[in-house]
């Protein structure tokens, strides 16, 4: 156990340093007061107090991103101004930074390190994935991909994913995918960098259809998307369904972190997402599927740590 909570530690040390969540959680002690010190300096008389501010709370970045949020509703409007802006600054910065690859920890079982497709198979089981591989990468092309091994669960899922920066303009367009956990529930994949929610005339623009989303049940708390053609990451949380004597007696939970940012908490499943999974009996160990939906997604580094916990 000891060993498992140091490994964890470490990849939450590693997600520090990409920004993100994480980043903001451990800002909530000494970091936290001083990122607070700056946004109150946002309202100070003095000009070059402010500016002085301002550029700090820019160079600290995305940790700094959860104060700035709070700021927007401050009373006063000079403060409200600045970290209106100093959010846009950051978060165009973010979008447009490749998510740093995280090795897998002890333990771990690796899906996929950029050389071949060996832990993968075809949609049904047995047929040899269509997918193909370069310079470390896989590619989506074809049909669906599921991992030759099933898993029972409870695990931590790590996938980092690129979405083409010039998405095929397809009904299925905008880098649409999706990473199926327990082979029937989809956690979305799509360029929704920018996107406002319900926009006309834009294809999955609903909250609970956009990047993130648990598909079609739970849109994500935030939007966390960085622009196509720059790498993401999931870091997902996953317990399967429990069934006794064929009884379901408790829901999937998932808890997923999409960049670094917390989109997830320990959120229930009651049905699979649609009818794109798997089937099958959920009682049962299942694989993980990365789903082809008419756009070349790309993948690189996706690992499995089985958790302690039964």
Known sequence: MRNRLSTW?????????????LGEDSSKGKGRKEIDRLVQRLGDEDFDTREGASRKLEEIGQPALAALREAVASDDLEVRRRASRLIGRISARIARTDVKMVSPPKGAVVLFSGKDLNAWVGRDGAAKPTWKVEDGVMEAADADVRTRKSFAGPYKLHVEF?????????????GNSGVYLHGNYEIQILDSYGVQPNAPKVIHSKPSESCGAIFSQTAPRVNAS????????????????HYDNGKKMADAVVTVLHNGELIHDKVKIAEPTGSLGLGGDLSEPAPVMLQYHGCPVQFRNVWLLPSAKK
Do not use: H, N
Request: a negative charge; glycine letters at 10%.
């Open 162 to 174: 690129r979405i083409p920066a010039e998405p095929p303009d397809t009904p299925c367009g905008r």
């Open 9 to 21: 530690l470490a990849l939450a040390l590693t997600l520090m340093s990409q920004g993100g969540i």
């Open 226 to 241: 960085k622009a196509p053609g720059f790498w993401q990451s999931y870091d997902v949380e996953f317990t399967p369904p």
